[in-house]
């Protein structure tokens, strides 16, 4: 039943990207795009991975979404005639891409116990947390204990982020000279 | 958008909801999935709703750019400072353990604040960000 689920939820994906490619009205663009987010999200429901899940639902389809629709009113509703597609760009593109899948052969099977992520720090996390951090939220315990460095790093990437933003575009209110 | 009395009744019926909701994402994270990142982007999806229905001139009267940059820029504050009081307080930078008499509950409340941080920094980096495109139009033009 879950399989069934991910190979329909993969299959609509393929399609967003591909109507993506090739719908010359921009809005449809990036509307598709966050409906692609949201079928990501719901991936990521099916994974267990609830916390992941959520934040791609609240960024991916939420406010990356308004934010194109935002750059949207600035910019004209349909894309120009572009040029052909060059033979070139295809064929980097597929290269890469069986690259990818070819490396996916390599990776451990979906699940499997014995995967060297499950061999590092994952099962002293389990174990331990309870009594060393506390939250019943494995997730939290990591992200805001374990790991609070890259938390912190993390904060002041979004930090900066809206700083950079704020300098490039806000117009400030200039001083008389 | 004057003219459009049930998405305007609807917006103002919904905001609280939201806003609510992020509070619970924000201080629930501990227990279910969630937590300040999640929050954060949260209630700011509540004022994006509101600029977007209401006007972006109105939602900066809401929240004005002032109150934005104190909010992002503290929220980094509070993350590193929990760091910092962990050293004032014997133990190694962010070791909230240090922050109480019993590990554990320095563990909660080192956690409590540094998520509480996130959210804080999150909140404000997404409205700014959307405020700062937003009023890029042409047609909305107000200084920020």
Same mark, same amino acid.
């Given at each position: 039943m879950i399989e069934l689920l991910d190979i329909v939820i993969l299959g609509m994906m393929v399609v967003a990207a591909l109507a993506v490619l090739w719908l010359r009205d921009l809005f449809a663009v990036a509307m598709l795009s966050g409906a692609y987010s949201l079928m990501g999200a719901t991936l990521y429901v099916l994974l267990d991975a609830v916390d992941v899940a959520f934040t791609e639902a609240a960024v991916g389809a939420g406010i990356a979404t308004v934010l194109m629709l935002g750059t949207l009113t600035l910019v004209p509703r349909q894309e120009k005639p572009g040029k052909k597609p060059s033979l070139a760009g295809l064929f980097t593109v597929a290269a890469t891409g069986s690259l990818l899948i070819w490396a996916t052969?390599?990776?451990?099977?979906?699940?499997?116990?014995?995967? @060297?992520i499950h061999h590092h720090v994952a099962p002293r996390y389990m174990k331990d947390s309870a009594a060393e951090?506390?939250? @019943?939220?494995v997730v939290t315990s990591v992200l805001a204990s374990y790991r609070g460095y890259d938390t912190l790093g993390e904060t002041t990437v979004i930090f900066t982020a809206a700083i950079g933003v704020m300098a490039l575009l806000a117009r400030g209110r200039r001083r008389k000279p | 958008m004057k003219e459009k009395p049930i998405l305007r009744v609807g917006t103002k019926f919904l905001i609280p909801f939201i806003l609510m909701f992020a509070l619970y994402v924000q201080f629930h994270g501990d227990f279910g999935p969630g937590g300040g990142f999640q929050a954060g982007v949260i209630f700011a999806s509540a004022f994006v709703l509101y600029a977007i229905v209401f006007g972006i001139a109105n939602a900066r009267r809401a929240l004005p750019a002032g109150i934005r940059r104190l909010l992002l820029s503290l929220g980094v504050l509070i993350y590193a400072g929990t760091g910092v009081l962990a050293l004032v307080e014997g133990g190694r930078f962010l070791d909230y353990s240090a922050l109480a008499a019993q590990p554990v509950l320095g563990q909660h409340l080192g956690i409590f604040l540094v998520e509480f941080g996130v959210g804080m920094t999150v909140f404000a980096a997404m409205t700014t960000i959307f405020f700062v495109f937003a009023s890029r139009d042409p047609s909305a033009r107000e200084q920020d």
């Open positions: 052969l390599d990776m451990p099977e979906y699940g499997d116990p014995d995967a @060297p951090v506390g939250p @019943p939220n | -």
